[in-house]
């Protein structure tokens, strides 16, 4: 399992810190999105892992672990479509 | 019958990630989705437009498969020369694929798009459809339905939104007689997915155009993309479609359409719409589908 | 090395084959078309193996080369006056992108009115969109610059796209016998292409990003370092060019009789030849005159040039070019040198050619005397109507 991942990074000091023509690391992330949320989607108990919710987010963030599924926070917009599609009403959405 | 690849079966590494999309994005959900079926040997060519501006702003850069922002006009042309390149230098196992909005293809693309296509080069054209020009603040595109209130299509005494129907590109793209064409949805994800995994299958060019909605533009709550998707297909203003040699194919067939009306006052978009021009775009409907049901092989088959 | 007779166009697409892009990417436009239809049999013939793409307009003859750039492989395409405005948002791509592409334009005339004869306003016009442009005075040349042009472009250092022009018609269509390089020598003297900046399944990049105002500046500083960087390895390559083949052309310019020259005409391109021959026939005269070939226009010779004209009394700048509302553009560039250097000289610009107007041998007679007796600085040459007052 693989993805673009945060990573520390500095403003380049010389010019030689900056890339050749326009063409720098694949998946290099530096800030995160969870600022722009006003409320952060909780899996419940009455999950029945049928991964729609991991299916349908736009943003990827739901991802499977051995014992079901979690959200990476850093990277959730709080934008409530996890909540919608989940057939057995097992993601509440909570005010942050 | 290769095996379906569903939520279970798809790569759990994502390739578009950390992007700036705003909440609810459809075609984030569109482009996330393409290529976590095609995999790390993506290479990806986005035009300007959301997409690419949400994706690559250094040093903050969200895609972790080799990606590309093309000229506006260019994806088409950037993807024969990223496909031609890579062969010529000996890289094996890739699939060029353009991830271009509605106006970089059904508009100033359209050119370079139908030249490949001429080509038959080997590559795989996505369109995500958003219904305008977004990333510009929401202007009408060729892809802009009848009725819909955009920022150059204003409604109001006189006109009611955008006065013109929606290019039928689907068809436009298959008149080449393209390897392979279809439609998809972000509201049916399963039938989206295998549709990217047979297309890339096949030597040549194919194209695929989901539709997916933006919040933003067609004035619906961030949490109700995928219903509104839904809503699209069920009543009947989209469907979704194959072509495959030289013939059209329905993947699913309503019995029944759902209330076109319910569909297009849930959406700011369409608020100012009045009985006589929602007659008139359920009779476009209606005639599309006659000619549909007429001339298109309409049993349900899997993919 | 075997001779052949060659028209311009026949020499070039000889030294693209030399150089063996991989992908080429074609589109036609007069006059620049038998470039691309040899190099078509070229890959009929196997003589050249690479990628054949017929676009369909020259915006996508360009974003395709640079696709095929952004993998690793070198690329070429050719063009011509409407075709190149055509492609002009593709051109600031190619070079912000840093991409080494090569390409041809035949230089003509752009329209309106209509015209498909030669004359420099197309690529004048493109003058500032970050290529490294250089103009070919004969058909030897254009064959030679092809293959330099490959390696001055590929220089890690300068990583920047090269265009390389020729005189629509004048030189793209005549005849003249031309050295061609045996392959091996060729390969000595171009290696295969290699850079950091492209994609690659072990080592993913993205490319083309979008970059704010706090790094943006840096980004464009870089690009015109690199242009800068590129007028020493414009001359290394032009070095081993001649230890290869045994002949060479100076780098950035071309000086002819300029010694203890007093009146000095500035040319570019294939008229530079009849210039030489007035030259010749002055100094047999004992008119103390030389003649200065501007070879790159980008990156700018200030250096030869303030060199060259430290004590001179008065120099002539010949271009088929106008920039409407002022002056030529060539001239333009030479006078800043001028002011910058603190040099006393007069200057006068030779406006000519325009839309395949004939340069004759009298017409540069007579910008010789203007430059002895003075006159007028901005000189339209060989209009045939007198100017209304
Ligand atoms: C040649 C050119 N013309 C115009 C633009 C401005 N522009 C950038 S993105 C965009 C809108 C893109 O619309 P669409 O293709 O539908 O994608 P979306 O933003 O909706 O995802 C426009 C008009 C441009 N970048 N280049
Ligand atoms: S959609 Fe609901 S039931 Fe299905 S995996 Fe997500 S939380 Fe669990
Ligand atoms: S709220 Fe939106 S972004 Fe967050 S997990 Fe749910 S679907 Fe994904
Ligand atoms: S404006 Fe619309 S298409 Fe663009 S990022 Fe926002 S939601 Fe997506
Ligand atoms: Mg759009």
Same mark, same amino acid.
């Given at each position: ?19 050749? @023509? &326009?063409?720098s ?5 530096? =800030?995160? +999105?969870? %600022? ?35 959200i ?25 | ?7 279970? &079966? ?26 976590k ?11 300007? $437009? ?17 990606s ?21 230098? @000996? ?23 139908s ?10 054209? #996505? ?17 802009t *339905? ?14 009611? $939104? ?24 972000? $509201? ?15 030597? %040549? ?30 009543? %009947? ?7 495959? +040699? ?51 092989? =309409? ?5 | ?24 990417? #074609? ?5 620049? =078309? ?74 003509r005339s752009?329209a ?5 004869? $030669? ?36 220089? *890690? ?7 390389? +022009? ?5 030189? =793209?269509?005549t ?5 061609? *390089? +045996? ?12 850079t ?16 704010? *105002? ?56 294939s ?84 839309g ?25 040459i060989?209009? %045939?109507v007198s100017?209304?007052?």
């Amino acid at each position: 399992m693989s993805k673009p991942y945060l990573r520390p990074y500095q403003k380049p000091q010389k010019l030689s810190d900056y890339p050749l @023509g &326009t063409a720098s690391e694949a998946g290099y992330l530096v =800030t995160k +999105n969870c %600022g722009w949320r006003n409320e952060r989607p909780i899996i419940m108990d009455e999950c029945i892992n049928c991964l729609q919710c991991y299916l349908y987010c736009p943003d990827g963030v739901i991802f499977k672990t051995k014992s079901g599924l979690d959200i990476d926070y850093d990277f959730c917009k709080g934008c409530g479509i996890c909540e919608k599609i989940c057939p057995k009403q097992a993601i509440k959405m909570e005010v942050e | 019958m290769s095996k379906q690849i569903t939520a279970k &079966t798809i790569t759990d590494s994502e390739f578009f990630y950390g992007h700036k999309a705003c909440a609810g994005c459809g075609g984030s959900l569109a482009v996330r989705i393409a290529l976590k079926v095609l995999g790390e040997g993506a290479i990806s060519v986005l035009p300007a $437009g959301c997409m690419s501006a949400v994706g690559f702003n250094y040093p903050h850069l969200c895609f972790s498969n080799n990606s590309i922002i093309s000229t506006f006009a260019g994806t088409a042309s950037m993807l024969t020369g990223v496909e031609a390149g890579a062969r010529a230098v @000996g890289i094996k196992n890739f699939k060029a694929v353009g991830l271009a909005g509605d106006g970089g293809t059904a508009d100033i693309g359209i050119q370079a798009l139908s030249g490949a296509i001429d080509r038959n080069d080997d590559i795989l054209y #996505i369109c995500y459809d958003n219904e305008a020009y977004m990333n510009t603040g929401i202007q009408k595109s060729g892809l802009t *339905p009848f009725g819909a209130k955009t920022t150059t299509t204003p409604s109001g005494e006189n006109i009611h $939104g955008n006065i013109r129907p929606k290019k039928n590109l689907f068809e436009i793209v298959a008149a080449h007689n393209i390897p392979y064409a279809a439609t998809a949805s972000i $509201g049916d994800l399963k039938d989206f997915m295998n549709k990217i995994e047979k297309a890339s299958k096949i030597k %040549g060019t194919t194209y695929i155009h989901v539709v997916a909605p933006c919040p933003i533009g067609w004035g619906i709550p961030v949490n109700e993309t995928i219903e509104i998707s839904r809503k699209m297909i069920d009543c %009947g203003l989209w469907y979704l479609a194959e072509y495959e +040699n030289g013939q059209f194919k329905l993947n699913r067939t309503p019995r029944k359409f759902s209330s076109i009306k319910d569909y297009l006052l849930s959406q700011g978009r369409f608020k100012h719409l009045e009985d006589a021009d929602i007659k008139i775009l359920a009779a476009q409907r209606d005639a599309k589908w006659t000619t549909i049901r007429k001339n298109w092989n =309409t049993t349900e088959e899997e993919l | 090395m075997t001779k052949a007779f060659l028209s311009g166009n026949e020499a070039f697409a000889e030294g693209v084959r030399l150089a063996r892009p991989q992908v080429i990417s #074609i589109y036609p436009i007069t006059p620049q =078309t038998t470039v691309v239809e040899r190099l078509s049999e070229m890959v009929e013939n196997s003589s050249l193996k690479s990628e054949l793409i017929h676009v369909e307009s020259e915006h996508s003859a360009l974003s395709c080369a640079i696709g095929a750039s952004a993998m690793g492989a070198r690329t070429f395409t050719a063009t011509s006056s409407q075709g190149l405005l055509y492609m002009a948002e593709c051109l600031h791509y190619a070079s912000g992108g840093r991409f080494p592409i090569v390409m041809m334009n035949a230089n003509r005339s752009t329209a309106l009115p209509w015209n498909i004869y $030669g004359d420099q306003r197309d690529s004048l016009s493109q003058l500032d969109c970050g290529w490294i442009q250089v103009y070919v005075e004969d058909a030897q040349e254009s064959l030679d610059m092809a293959l330099q042009g490959y390696h001055i472009a590929e220089s *890690p250092l300068v990583s920047t796209p090269v265009m390389v +022009n020729l005189d629509g018609f004048v030189l =793209t269509h005549t005849y003249e016998t031309v050295e061609i *390089p +045996n392959q091996t020598d060729a390969d000595r003297f171009l290696p295969p292409f290699q850079t950091k900046n492209k994609m690659s399944l072990d080592n993913p990049k993205n490319l083309a990003f979008s970059v704010g *105002p706090d790094n943006n500046m840096e980004f464009k500083y870089l690009q015109h370092k690199a242009m800068l960087d590129s007028k020493r390895i414009i001359e290394e390559t032009d070095k081993k060019f001649a230890e290869i083949f045994g002949r060479g052309y100076g780098g950035l310019t071309q000086g002819y009789r300029l010694e203890d020259a007093d009146y000095i005409l500035i040319t570019l391109g294939s008229i530079t030849g009849l210039c030489r021959e007035v030259v010749d026939e002055l100094r047999q005269n004992g008119e103390m005159v030389g003649l200065l070939k501007i070879r790159f226009l980008r990156p700018f010779p200030d250096e030869d040039l303030a060199a060259a004209l430290g004590s001179v009394k008065a120099i002539g700048v010949l271009e088929k070019d106008i920039s409407f509302g002022y002056e030529g553009t060539v001239y333009t560039n030479v006078n800043s040198v001028i002011a910058k250097n603190g040099l006393r000289l007069e200057t006068y610009n030779f406006i000519a050619g325009l839309g395949g107007r004939d340069i004759s041998r009298e017409n540069i007679r007579a910008m010789f005397r203007h430059l002895q007796t003075g006159g007028q600085h901005v000189n339209f040459i060989g209009l %045939g109507v007198s100017i209304d007052e």
